[in-house]
């Protein structure tokens, strides 16, 4: 199944992921078939559940610090980071229009 233009625009505005090359829209088309496959499991009898672990009991736990004190260690996993935080990607940033960027289905 062939992702549409119009879908891509969609998908790439809201996961704020670029599809611009043949690699990036292939991987989407396989992440759709892969997920088409739900529609071939019978659930008519199944009734829908808030947990899958609603039929166990889940017991808390203390809350006990063990360890501490690795703010080193941690921030050296951070691609970027400002002081002792991590940066993250911004999120709702405005993507130009359909119209005004190149993207691999036009070209």
């Known amino acids: 199944q062939k992702v549409s233009v119009e879908v891509l625009d969609h998908l790439e505005h809201l996961a704020l992921v670029d599809f611009r090359d043949s690699e990036g829209v ?3 088309q396989k ?3 892969f997920a088409d496959q739900l529609h071939e499991v019978n659930t008519d009898a199944v009734e829908p ?3 899958v672990l609603e039929d166990r009991c889940l017991y808390l736990r203390e809350d006990d610090v063990t360890e501490g004190n690795c703010t080193k260690d941690l921030l050296e996993n951070a691609r970027e980071k ?3 935080y991590f940066v993250a990607p911004p999120g ?3 993507l130009p229009k359909l119209e005004e960027r190149d993207t691999f289905l036009q070209g």
């Open 26 to 28: 292939e991987r989407l």
């Open 31 to 33: 992440a759709i078939q």
């Open 49 to 51: 559940m808030d947990s």
């Open 82 to 84: 400002v002081e002792e």
């Open 92 to 94: 709702n940033i405005p």
